[in-house]
């Protein structure tokens, strides 16, 4: 009713309480509520009800890309129930739209960029290449900025699977560079989490601390105000007129979003500092094969790639693996494992079990065949000897 009070008087109060009723509905919606939606007229009042709040939002609030989100998520259910090429396309535009944001939660965000990511690349839209490295650019803000401990160990999964989508999408491509570029990102990220080493804003710390902890602060402030139960919902006011904190909210927003653009900037013009928070590029990676082939391993569902680097190479050069599947890794993987803890456990007692299954043979040559072969092959360094390091992930 105040959508439609404010179509009709065009007053900023009615803007405010329709969005804060909205806002209030959507917080008390379970997580897969859009999926229960079978009646198609009920999906469609619900979208037009959700395209009419999106127009009401302005640009700069944190509810925006959440808003964009939803209707994403409205169409790609009318999709699923009545398949079309209209809806489908139509979600990945609010999902583009709620990913490109300059504010609001990086998590958010980076959820709706993946969405969009596997949207297009399902769809063999031009633009996959475009959402998965926005998806993977707000990686820094999603691990490395404004979360907790709890919060980035819980986001590694599916960075993970991220990098993995992202990496196969740009080998089939050929944009072998750019699939390099984005495994040595996550690869960074999640071991860097993983073995808790130093962060980019450690280093930063190291040379200018007080530019570290404006950064680090406004980062804390702007999650705070797109997430926390301390930020003001859409609406919510303490003063006679509604619709003051909601613009003032929009305001704050776009003022806090700007301070941290201007400070990242102030960052990258310190010495050694030009690339933080961003992956590295080929050419700096192909440093790494100064001396000796590097090879990064792909891991795919079905199959898996590597990538290899060349001493005094330009290029990067790709190799398909279409025998390692994710389910060998894994077993390969967990085999080691077991094999390891045993000879530990049988070196500590100074016995050995007789009939003990011994996996270590069995995952040697599952790697050896799968893997490590068919690289030394393509290379034309299986009859000879060479020394490679091999980084699988």
Same mark, same amino acid.
């Given at each position: ?17 329709? $969005? ?21 007229? &009920? ?25 964009? %989100? ?15 090429? &209209? ?42 290449? #475009? ?15 404004g979360t907790t401990v709890e919060d980035r160990y819980k986001n590694l999964p599916q960075l ?16 072998? =560079? ?11 990220? &999640?071991? =860097? ?21 404006? *950064?680090?602060?406004?980062a804390d402030e702007l999650h705070r105000a797109s997430s926390g139960p301390a930020a003001p ?31 990242? %900037? #102030? $960052? ?11 992956p590295k590029t080929t050419s700096e990676l192909l440093r790494a094969a100064a001396t000796h082939?590097?090879?990064? $391993? ?41 094999? *390891?803890? =045993? ?7 100074? $016995? ?22 068919? &690289? ?18």
């Open positions: 009713s105040y959508l439609s009070r404010f179509e009709a008087n065009r007053q900023p109060e009615d803007i405010a309480k329709a $969005v804060d009723h909205l806002q209030q509905a959507i917080a008390h919606t379970p997580e897969g509520h859009y999926k229960e939606y079978t009646d198609p007229m &009920v999906l469609e009042r619900a979208i037009e009800a959700q395209i009419r709040a999106v127009s009401l939002v302005p640009d700069g609030h944190s509810d925006y890309p959440g808003f964009y %989100s939803r209707l994403g998520r409205l169409y790609l259910t009318r999709a699923e129930h009545s398949p079309g090429v &209209v809806d489908l396309a139509s979600a990945a535009i609010s999902f583009e739209l709620s990913a490109k944001s300059q504010v609001g939660h990086p998590r958010h965000r980076f959820k709706a960029a993946h969405a969009w990511a596997m949207m297009s690349f399902k769809l063999s839209l031009s633009d996959s290449l #475009e959402a998965f490295q926005v998806a993977i650019d707000l990686i820094p803000q999603l691990i490395w900025l993970g699977d991220l990098i993995q989508q992202a990496v196969a999408a740009a080998i089939g491509a050929e944009k072998h =560079g750019l699939a390099l570029e984005w495994l040595e990102q996550g690869r960074s990220v &999640v071991w =860097g989490q993983t073995l808790q080493l130093r962060t980019p804003l450690d280093d930063l710390s190291s040379v200018s601390s007080s530019l570290a902890q404006e *950064l680090q602060k406004t919902r859409i609406g919510h006011t303490t003063s006679l007129d509604p619709s003051t904190s909601f613009e003032q909210a929009s305001r704050n927003h776009r003022s806090m979003a700007i301070k941290y653009e201007r400070l990242l %900037s #102030e $960052v990258r013009d310190i010495s050694g500092f030009e690339r933080f928070m961003l082939p590097v090879v990064v $391993v792909n891991i795919q569902e079905s199959h898996s790639d590597a990538l290899v680097l060349i001493p005094g190479s330009s290029d990067v050069q790709h190799i398909p693996l279409p025998d390692m599947t994710h389910d060998k890794a894994e077993t390969a993987r967990i085999r080691m494992r077991h094999s *390891l803890n =045993g000879r530990g456990s049988y070196e500590r007692r100074g $016995v050995k079990i007789i009939g003990e299954c011994d996996y270590f043979p069995q995952v040697l040559a599952t790697l050896w065949t799968d893997l490590v072969k068919p &690289v030394l092959k393509e290379l034309g360094y299986i009859a000879s000897i060479y020394t490679f390091v091999c980084i699988i992930r």
